[in-house]
């Protein structure tokens, strides 16, 4: 099994495990509606910023391994209040 595949495997956990804990928290009441916009900005902003990091901030290499234009890069960065 690759690491990539082990690696997937541990973040949808996480993610079911948040979601979980969402609709608990939830106690009977109705989702907000947009819940895939909400998870998706939880996941991108964090994903964005840990890319950066690992590139030490070169926005060409982080949109090349995201696998993104670097304008699209740009546009989230300014979306998510990321320097």
Known sequence: MSD??????????HVRKALKEYFKDL??????????DMV???VEKPL???????????QTR?????GINRNTLR???????IS
């Open 48 to 58: 964005i910023e840990m890319a950066l990091e690992h590139v030490n901030g070169n």
């Open 75 to 81: 546009k989230k960065m300014q979306q998510h209040g």
């Open 27 to 36: 106690d009977g009441e109705k989702p907000c509606c947009g819940m895939y």
């Open 62 to 66: 982080a949109s090349e391994m995201l």
């Open 4 to 13: 990539s595949l082990i690696d997937e495997n541990d973040m949808a956990r």
């Open 40 to 42: 998706m900005d939880c």
